[in-house]
T-cell receptor, first 114, second 116 residues
Framework: AQSVTQLGSHVSVSEGALVLLRCNYSSSVPPYLFWYVQYPNQGLQLLLKYTSAATLVKGINGFEAEFKKSETSFHLTKPSAHMSDAAEYFC????????????FGSGTRLQVQP | NAGVTQTPKFQVLKTGQSMTLQCAQDMNHNSMYWYRQDPGMGLRLIYY???????DKGEVPNGYNVSRLNKREFSLRLESAAPSQTSVYFC???????????????FGSGTQLSVL
């Protein structure tokens, strides 16, 4: 079975501070992994995705994530938070065999304090 | 560009009423999806359509039906609404057929449904 776990439903950082949002997955085969962002009253938008190429993936708006197979993790980071980063972030996993759609984590709401 | 358009944006139903959520995309995408979003549970797949003329169940299909009317449109129907179906519903699409595993999902802006 596949699953994805996001640690921390709410994360608060100061503007300019490091952002770290955690995601762990369980999968019996190498996964495809994604981070999506949802701004208030909008649908989700793709931030970045891992598809077995480089383990460090760069996305939009200065975000990046590193795939660590030994830790079954795909944590999202940004060196310096901006007020506009306040949103809800979802990690998602898609197996490359069988299942045809994404399984989403429960989400992490990021607050950025001035 | 419109992308994925969902209607209505808000709806309030009484228990037992029926309604259809509409979704249309103008990107010539082949695969379409319906998700529901509940607090603390992320998004869960209700149904998807990997190509025109095909539909398949996702994680939580009970109480719903879908129709892939044509390549552009994918509707979600609640035949007899229940309070447990109070949620935000998102339609999404991807370019390739067969819901290819590594593709970017394009989402609509959602329908907020309350069932009293």
């Amino acid at each position: 079975a596949q699953s994805v776990t996001q640690l921390g439903s709410h994360v608060s950082v100061s503007e300019g501070a490091l952002v770290l949002l955690r995601c762990n997955y369980s999968s019996s085969v190498p996964p495809y992994l994604f981070w999506y962002v949802q701004y208030p009253n909008q649908g989700l938008q793709l931030l970045l995705k891992y598809t077995s190429a480089a383990t460090l993936v760069k996305g939009i708006n200065g975000f990046e994530a590193e795939f660590k197979k030994s830790e079954t993790s795909f944590h999202l980071t940004k060196p310096s938070a901006h007020m506009s980063d306040a949103a809800e972030y979802f990690c998602a996993v898609r197996l490359d065999t069988g299942r045809r759609a994404l399984t989403f984590g429960s989400g992490t709401r990021l607050q950025v304090q001035p | 560009n419109a992308g994925v358009t969902q209607t209505p944006k808000f709806q309030v139903l009484k228990t037992g009423q029926s309604m259809t959520l509409q979704c249309a995309q103008d990107m010539n995408h082949n695969s379409m999806y319906w998700y529901r979003q509940d607090p603390g549970m992320g998004l869960r797949l209700i149904y998807y359509s990997a190509s025109e003329g095909t539909t398949d169940k996702g994680e939580v299909p009970n109480g719903y039906n879908v129709s892939r009317l044509n390549k552009r449109e994918f509707s979600l129907r609640l035949e007899s609404a229940a309070p447990s179906q109070t949620s935000v519903y998102f339609c999404a699409s991807t370019r390739s057929q067969a819901a290819v595993t590594n593709e970017k999902l394009f989402f609509g802006s959602g329908t907020q449904l309350s069932v009293l």
